[in-house]
């Protein structure tokens, strides 16, 4: 069987096209951007500009006991692009277990073959298919280790594959955008602003156990945009727990205070802020994802201190997600100027029919069939100052996608001086989502300031950092120096760093990222010499260091246990086994990890008791890829000098 796709006759039955999402609670998406590199191995090589901007839809449906079962579902929906305008025949397109440097057999398949293609007309067209059944063992594994999965499109040309992307991660993504007025307060004690308004969208990132699909953390994200009386200060912006016609107590805070102040001289604007859910809150948001309609969000000014506009919460579900954006910069400037968008969603009827806002003014921006993207207008009057502008995709529904950010600065404004960001850890030119990322030029801030909050702040002495238009978290700032978290939603490839300092100034710059970048820390920071590491002779107190300040080795017995501390390590996709080298001799870890701290990963192992006394280089390999070569000592040790701090004053 032969199918065609043509995006002229694609319009008319999207129209048309009901299109229905699992009831399951459990809806897990992977945004994954398919390019020609990806492929190992490929025979004969496949065009280098094809590219693939596809959504994988995950639909859990889990037993009594949290145990994944029987009726789960595997969505492919993306946009293929083979550029040249020749017709392309797919005949295949799958998920298949395997590292990010091997090639794995197929596990999930969508029925394409030789026999059942489908063509690209002119090389580009919208694929929507479903697997053909789904292996519950299979799925588990996809769900516990999703960075252990690609996703790969197979054409009669290249029957081996064409494009291809590895999954990082599976994210769960709901969101409900509500309106926000004056009548939905509740008894206000000082009179409320006549036309006060606002749009609120609250974007929800469960984190679950994948074994039971327990909510074990996640994320609350506030997009608000506002329109008060002029002169208006925000002081704070809340989800309270309590239904409609009521006030209830706060409960997921933004951090807006009376000492942590919007202004807004115009009182018009928009907030944008991520809220991570702690031990403290975890049981709230489990409510929240419940039974949403039991909250609100409010947003608090100092001339109405108990709530100015409030919109209470109705059902989640899946949102629109920006996938990506042409520019994440442009100039001032008093002409209107245009940036490309992609986006994707678990609704196919929504990629071609969204509408697109920015600070919460829909603007410009026609749906082009033959790029599968959004040319977006920006407005004269929205670049006319620099700032930030937010980004937002809602669909015919309402319902808002989480923003993509754009700096927007005067050409006197930007830094001569680029960016440049290394692993914080190696100073490799290569880093990696969740991974702590140094970063290089001048006046990124006008003093040095550390974070001295969990979780980290998005802003230090007032300066921001933006990959791809996400706000990254913050370790430290300073002139010369910006240490960050780069977000977990980064994909491999090159982002776009913005740096917006407190004076304006904007310095931009290039990261190179890939799925991982093992880099371990040394004890003299500077990515050579001894390791910063701990060891232990009997597994349990780690009492010995590995390293001198200076970067030489401190020696340990042959039999210890070890704790390495690296980071660019959370997301390989390759098994560990004989992951570490000491000289010619491998070694198998015991565990490596997410330490809790963020960015930090953890890798435990043991000195094999065989090993003779002497100096010996230790490398620890993921993904095919070696980390920096740290120096470690075999020998009788001296008498430790430090011990672990007690909690007794």
């Known amino acids: ?128 298919l479903n697997s053909t059944s789904v292996d519950l063992a299979a799925l588990g594994r996809m769900l516990a280790k999703p960075s252990g999965w690609y996703v790969n499109l197979h054409t009669s040309t290249n029957p081996g594959g064409a494009i291809r992307a590895q999954m990082i991660r599976l994210v769960e993504t709901a969101a409900n955008t509500v ?59 809340h989800i309270h727990e309590q239904v409609a016609g009521s006030n209830g107590p706060v409960v997921i805070d933004t951090g807006l205070s009376g000492n942590n102040r919007l202004p807004s ?43 100015v506009i409030r919109g209470q919460l109705t059902a989640v579900t899946a949102p629109p997600i920006i996938q990506q954006l042409t520019s994440y910069f442009v100039e001032t400037g008093s002409t209107d100027t245009q940036v490309r968008l992609v986006i994707s969603s678990t609704d196919i009827t929504a990629i071609p029919t969204s509408s697109i806002l920015i600070n919460g003014q829909q603007v410009t921006a026609p749906y082009d069939f033959a790029t599968g993207s959004y040319n977006v ?144 820390f040394t004890a003299n920071q500077t990515g050579i010499g001894a390791p910063a590491a701990v060891a232990s002779t009997d597994g349990t107190n780690f009492n010995l260091l590995l390293g001198n300040p200076d970067g030489t080795p401190r020696a340990i017995p042959p039999g210890s246990f070890v704790m390495l501390f690296g980071t660019g390590m959370n997301f390989g996709s390759t098994a560990l086994t004989n992951a570490v080298r000491i000289g010619t001799t491998d070694i198998t870890p015991m565990f490596v990890g997410a330490m809790g701290m963020a960015g930090l990963t953890q890798c435990n192992l043991q000195i094999p008791a065989s090993l003779a006394a002497g100096d010996y280089d230790l490398i620890f390999t993921m993904d095919g890829i070696a980390s920096n070569t740290v120096r470690v000592r075999i020998g009788p040790p001296p008498p430790p000098e430090w011990e672990p701090e007690s909690d007794n004053p």
């Open 179 to 237: 309106a926000m007025n004056t009548a939905q307060e509740v008894s206000p004690p000082t009179p409320l602003p006549n036309n006060a308004s606002g749009t609120g969208t609250i974007t929800v990132n469960p984190v679950r156990n994948p074994a039971t699909g327990e909510i074990s953390g996640g994320t609350v994200t506030f997009t608000v945009s506002f329109d008060l009386p002029a002169d208006s200060t925000v002081v704070g912006l």
């Open 265 to 307: 001289p115009t009182g018009k604007g928009t907030f944008n802020q991520e809220v991570v859910i702690t031990a403290n809150n975890l049981a709230v948001f489990r409510r929240l994802m419940a039974n949403p309609t039991g909250f609100y969000v409010n947003l608090h000014t100092l001339a109405n201190t108990a709530g």
């Open 377 to 520: 207008t920006i407005p004269a009057a929205l670049r006319a100052n620099a700032g930030t502008l937010v980004v937002q995709a809602r669909t015919p529904g309402g319902l808002m996608s989480a923003p993509a950010q754009i700096v927007v600065a005067p050409t006197a404004n930007v830094n001569s001086v680029a960016f440049t960001g290394v692993s914080a850890a190696r100073y490799g030119q290569t880093v990696a989502p969740d991974g702590i990322v140094a970063g290089f030029a001048t006046r990124l801030a006008s003093t040095g300031v550390p974070a001295t909050t969990t979780p980290l702040p998005f802003s230090l002495d007032g300066s921001s950092i933006f990959v791809n238009g996400v706000p990254a978290r913050l370790f430290f700032v300073s002139g010369l120096q910006a240490n960050f978290l780069l977000p977990l939603s980064i994909p491999a490839g090159p982002a776009a760093v913005n740096v917006v300092a407190r004076d304006g100034t904007v310095t931009r710059g290039t990261l190179n990222v890939a799925l991982s970048s093992p880099s371990l």
């Open 1 to 128: 069987m032969k199918r065609t796709v043509g995006y002229t006759a694609l319009l008319l039955s999207l129209l048309l096209l009901t299109f229905s999402v699992s009831a399951s609670a459990e809806t897990l998406t992977a945004s994954v951007l398919l390019t020609a590199g990806g492929e190992v191995n490929p025979n004969p090589a496949p065009p280098p500009t094809a590219t693939g901007a596809f959504q994988i839809t995950v639909n859990v449906v889990r037993d009594s006991a949290g145990a994944v079962a029987t009726g789960s579902t595997i969505n492919f929906l993306g946009i293929a692009n083979f550029p040249g305008g020749a017709n392309i025949t797919v005949n295949g397109l799958h998920i298949h277990e395997g590292a990010i440097n091997a090639n794995g057999p197929v596990v999930f398949n969508t029925g394409l073959s030789g026999t059942n293609t489908l063509t690209l007309t002119g090389g580009v067209g919208l694929i929507n």
